[in-house]
């Protein structure tokens, strides 16, 4: 939660709330000595926007993957959007 000051002098509280996103392998993929297929998706619970594009977050999903995969989206070259497709739950 975060103090702000409007125009008119007053304060507001903004809150930063975690959504949930689906991030989902788009194309297929051969690199490393690893494969990645199109459907392969994991969830994960962020407050920024997009975690794929985000530093800290991308590596939140690259450890994901790497757990329910067993591939490392970031050897690959494949932790981008070029890969991935971001679904915010709701």
Do not use: H, W
């Not at 930063?16 to 490393?32: C, D, E, H, L």
């Amino acid at each position: 939660m975060r103090l702000f000051n409007s125009a008119n002098g007053f304060f507001y509280y903004k809150y930063n709330i975690m959504a949930r996103y689906q991030i989902t392998v788009k194309m297929k993929a051969f690199s490393a000595g690893m494969v990645i297929e199109p459907g392969m998706s994991i969830e994960i619970a962020s407050m920024v926007p997009n975690p794929v594009t985000n530093i800290q977050a991308s590596e939140q999903v690259n450890s994901i993957f790497k757990a329910t995969f067993g591939v490392d989206l970031k050897k690959m070259g494949c932790l981008n959007m070029g890969y991935l497709k971001v679904d915010k739950i709701k």
